[in-house]
């Protein structure tokens, strides 16, 4: 990894932007888009992977940003559930299911990594960075 500036640099939050563009295309291709209560929690959980992400890298601190980390984890999780929601009602295609839930299960482990590394690194934050 490259050095990073912003939570754009991350490929965590590149692939949870990914995420949240393909559930909107389900959204306007599919059954899915009439279910509203549904597609609102789908539409929230999808977001909230990447906001959280974007949310604490603003604040710099290391250990809160492995918390936020781990809520992104749970909110892709949550997303994936609701695929099976929404494939189990036969409002996508287990096509579209699997292509999801696959970069769910990316996203998950790429969160993991991160939060693993994050954990092994001596470094606290860029707010703990003494100019």
Same mark, same amino acid.
């Given at each position: 990894?490259?050095?990073?500036? %912003?939570?754009? &640099?991350?490929?965590?939050?590149?692939?949870?932007?990914?995420?949240? #563009?393909?559930?909107?295309?389900?959204?306007?291709?599919?059954?899915?888009?009439?279910?509203? *209560?549904?597609?609102? =929690?789908? &539409?929230? %959980? *999808? !977001? #909230?992977?990447? &906001?959280?992400?974007?949310?604490?890298?603003?604040?710099? !601190?290391?250990?809160?940003?492995?918390? /936020?980390?781990?809520? #992104?984890?749970?909110?892709?999780?949550?997303?994936? #559930? =609701?695929?099976?929601?929404?494939?189990?009602?036969?409002?996508? *295609?287990?096509?579209? /299911?699997? =292509?999801?839930?696959?970069?769910?299960?990316?996203?998950?482990?790429?969160?993991?990594?991160?939060?693993?590394?994050?954990?092994? *690194?001596? /470094?606290?934050? %860029?707010?703990?960075?003494? &100019?």
């Amino acid at each position: 990894m490259g050095k990073v500036e %912003s939570f754009e &640099d991350l490929e965590v939050w590149k692939l949870a932007r990914e995420i949240c #563009s393909d559930v909107e295309t389900l959204f306007e291709t599919t059954a899915l888009g009439k279910r509203y *209560s549904l597609l609102n =929690q789908m &539409d929230r %959980s *999808s !977001g #909230s992977v990447m &906001d959280n992400i974007a949310e604490e890298f603003g604040r710099g !601190g290391n250990l809160e940003f492995r918390n /936020f980390l781990g809520f #992104s984890r749970g909110s892709c999780t949550e997303l994936k #559930s =609701q695929l099976y929601r929404a494939k189990d009602k036969n409002l996508i *295609s287990e096509l579209e /299911f699997k =292509q999801l839930a696959n970069k769910c299960e990316k996203e998950i482990a790429k969160i993991t990594a991160f939060i693993n590394f994050l954990n092994r *690194s001596n /470094f606290k934050g %860029s707010k703990f960075k003494k &100019d």
